[in-house]
């Protein structure tokens, strides 16, 4: 696919998905079903009406099976202003978008709690619990922090439990 490096992301995500679907032989109805979308919205996400948002990026890479360079063209989050956008129209409460601005604006995208109470002057329990459940719904993701010897967060990338829901 040599012509993929003069493509936008968003053409790339789309020649991805398209492709993709079509080398399962499923229909945009049978792909909507499986990610549980209508078939309107795999053909506007096909033909650019519409902006693949990453939990549904998510969902489509299991459902087609992505792996290697196509999964990365579909999951690309380089952009933070995708991630931005995302955030603001999301259905996440005022604290909850406020704490996934904080780690996005930090350089590595990830952060101890207690980073996360200065940056965003929340309480520690409420980080606490903000952070367990953007877990639990697949958006944060913990790691080791090797420099620091404690556990930090960062944004999911890959499926949790199968897929992210919506």
């Known amino acids: 696919m040599s012509h993929s490096l003069t493509m ?6 789309r020649y991805v998905v398209q ?17 549980g ?5 795999i053909s506007q996400l096909e033909n650019g009406r519409k902006s693949l948002d ?8 299991n459902a087609l099976q992505l792996q290697g360079q196509a999964l990365q063209q ?9 991630w931005r956008r995302w ?10 978008k406020l704490l996934l601005l904080a780690l996005l604006d930090r350089s590595a995208q990830a952060a101890e709690t207690k980073v996360l109470v200065k ?9 606490r619990g903000l952070t367990e459940d953007l877990h639990r719904c697949g958006l944060l993701r913990r790691v080791f922090d090797s420099q620091s010897g404690e556990q930090a967060w960062c944004f999911a990338l890959t499926p949790a439990h199968g897929g992210l829901q919506p």
């Open 37 to 41: 979308v209508s078939p309107a919205t």
């Open 74 to 82: 579909l999951l690309n989050t380089d952009d933070n202003a995708e």
């Open 54 to 61: 990453p939990r549904l990026a998510e969902r489509l890479a």
């Open 119 to 127: 940056q965003t002057g929340l309480p520690e329990g409420t980080v």
């Open 8 to 13: 936008t992301r968003e053409a790339r995500q």
């Open 19 to 35: 492709r993709a679907r079509q080398a399962r032989g499923l229909t945009q109805r049978e792909l909507g079903q499986r990610v």
């Open 87 to 96: 955030i603001w129209h999301s259905r996440c409460t005022p604290n909850e």
